[in-house]
């Protein structure tokens, strides 16, 4: 593995705070007022367009109101949408704003990849496909895609069939799905050699790369992350599998 400097090279300044595992709930007042003041720390750390704050605002209400019926993130995450899901999309979509066809893997409630649409949303050639096997949570990213009209598509199957999409992609992300080493091994053998892929990874990432580097050779670049002390956004070049591994 040849690991390049690491970036520090930021839109804003930021101190990342250790989140506890688990908090009790907050009641509605409480988490309405939470999410204002999220929000807006958010929105003041990041240039975005009037139009794509709407959308973001639209998609936060739309998956509030679908987190009543299923369950799309941690109930005692939502106060925190915007600085703990959604912000780490944002920052993303500063680090790979060259790309514009996105596959993102596992997509689950959308993070990063509904936010990586609403920001490419206008853009010409912008596509970006979800990835995401469990039908209810494929259904929420698909209202979503509808409601505010993305350049997105869904696909509610196996990472393992979609090659086509994962072919053409000039980025994939991934948050929160799988080990480095895992994450390789079901891309390897679809993406292309300029493909890059960002993947978000908490405070173990050094002992993933240390498994991973076992069995591949890449390029890689560590930015900061937003989510909390020791996370970083991993951009990974140039993959290929050692030979014996």
Known sequence: MRK????????????????PASRPRMGKAATDAKLA???????SR???SRETVEKLDAYVELLRTWQSRINLISPATIPEIWTRHLEDGLWLSHLARASTRWVDLGSGAGFPGLVLAIALC????????????????????RAVIRELALPAEVHAERIEDCGEALGAAEAVSARALA??????????PHVSEDAVLWFPKGRNHEEEIAEASAHWRFDMVKHSSQIEDGSVVLEIRRLKALAGA
């Open 122 to 141: 206008g853009r010409e050639g912008a596509e970006v496909h979800l990835v995401e096997s469990n039908t209810k949570k494929a259904a929420f990213l």
């Open 4 to 19: 390049q400097p690491e970036r520090s090279v930021r839109p804003f300044a930021r101190t990342a705070v250790a989140r």
């Open 46 to 48: 990041h240039g975005v």
């Open 37 to 43: 003041e999220e929000r807006s720390l958010v929105l």
């Open 179 to 188: 080990s480095l080493n895992d994450l390789f091994g079901l891309v390897a």
